[in-house]
């Protein structure tokens, strides 16, 4: 793809690269590339913990093969029923490495929405936190679901932050296994060998049933590459970067354009457990957070904290928000308080997140008949239409 001096200057972001070098097989084969440029490199951080590229690598290989000891394979669906914490990012690579899909389960779903969508999906295992496990369990009593694996949230860290911990007591474990205890039994093993396609799904995620019912959307691995590379350029995401996993990771926007970008791109990915304002400020300042998208709500919600200043965002290089309309009113007030402008955004689960944003450095102009801010241009290689102007 080719464009003139003029076009590029309007539509892509200094430093963007409108070619297409060859592309990853799947998402395996890139985080595999990750691993190989940087194996020490910092891939998640957890509170005070930290777990390199490559000790993630050797974890999601004997996940894998524990999964695999447990009859899942490729084609396979498992429901992943966790907050924003690092087994999240294991689960995900573990599956991909079998070619097996991920589901993402809002945690906050129970019994009755929790069993229509693993009846719907035809899921054959489920991770879960482990104060989850008794009620999941009659949940999921009867279903296609043949396993049930825990963990906890006091893994990986050693701070235990109240605000994010339900208990600083270790729970019974599910059933079929904690998953680190799995890790630890299966280290040094992988999965038989399976090479993903493009083709293959990686993420079966669900609707948030706005116009009814929610529908399952396949996100193929060839999907998902395809966002994180357009995003990863147009943002500027990339080696030495730190992407605050603000959006749910059940959710297409904290799946795709937090952790999947971070997983692939050589930036780390700082987790912090189900959303809470403080935590999330705490967390940029500490981890001096550069990227991170989340909904319109939990900037507000950071706004409203008195100890909130410039010197959280002092490394922040761009903010996105979607999901929602934002209020140009509410990004200006940010952007007057902290010195950080909140670009907006637009994607649906059935494109796999993003497709239209504002391009970093840009300010949204406003339609003045009605108010609402715009929410940008079409990402690259991509084309948007009005098909019905009502």
Not at 86 to 101: N, R, S
Not at 312 to 337: D, M, Q, T
Request: hydrophobic content about 40%; proline content about 7%.
């Amino acid at each position: 793809m080719t464009v003139d001096d003029g076009r590029r200057r309007d539509t892509f972001p200094d430093g963007f690269d409108t070619g297409r070098d060859a592309a990853p097989g799947s998402l395996v084969a890139a985080w595999k590339a990750r691993v190989a440029r940087n194996p020490e490199g910092i891939a998640l951080r957890f509170f005070d913990g930290a777990l390199s590229a490559r000790e993630v690598d050797v974890a999601s290989d004997a996940l894998a093969a524990a999964f695999e000891a447990r009859g899942t394979g490729r084609g396979d669906r498992v429901g992943v029923y966790l907050q924003n914490v690092p087994q999240y990012a294991l689960v995900l690579l573990a599956l991909w490495k079998l070619g097996a899909t991920a589901l993402g389960l809002n945690p906050m779903y129970r019994r009755q929405e929790l069993r229509r969508i693993i009846d719907d999906s035809g899921a054959v295992g489920v991770v879960c936190a482990d104060e989850d496990v008794h009620e999941t369990l009659g949940t999921l009593a009867g279903s296609t679901v043949r396993w049930l694996i825990s963990t906890s949230a006091l893994d990986y860290q050693s701070r235990n932050d109240p605000r994010v911990c339900a208990t600083t007591e270790r729970l019974a474990p599910a059933p079929d296994g904690d998953l680190v205890a799995l890790i630890g039994a299966f280290e040094g093993r992988g999965p038989s060998p399976v090479e993903p396609t493009r083709d293959d799904i990686a993420f079966l995620t669900y609707t948030s049933g706005t116009t009814g019912p929610p529908k399952g959307a396949l996100n193929t691995h060839g999907n998902v590459l395809s966002v994180v590379e357009t995003c990863a350029s147009w943002m500027g995401v990339g080696d030495g970067d730190v992407v605050f996993a603000m959006a749910p990771l059940f959710h297409i926007t904290g799946a795709v354009v937090n952790a999947t970008i971070s997983l692939l791109t050589d930036a780390t990915l700082v987790l912090a457990g189900r959303f809470h304002p403080e935590v999330a400020l705490d967390a940029f300042a500490e981890h001096e957070v550069t990227y991170t998208i989340g909904s319109i709500t939990a900037y507000n919600a950071i706004y409203e904290l008195p100890q909130a200043g410039p010197k959280h965002f002092a490394s922040a290089k761009a903010l996105y928000s979607g999901g929602a309309p934002i209020p140009p009113a509410s990004v200006e007030r940010f952007r007057e308080r902290f010195g950080v402008y909140l670009h907006n955004g637009y994607g649906m689960t059935e494109t796999t997140s993003a497709v239209i944003a504002v391009p970093p450095g840009a300010r949204a102009p406003v339609h003045l008949p009605s108010g609402t801010l715009s929410i940008g241009k079409p990402l690259p290689h991509l084309t948007a239409r009005v098909v019905d102007p009502h």
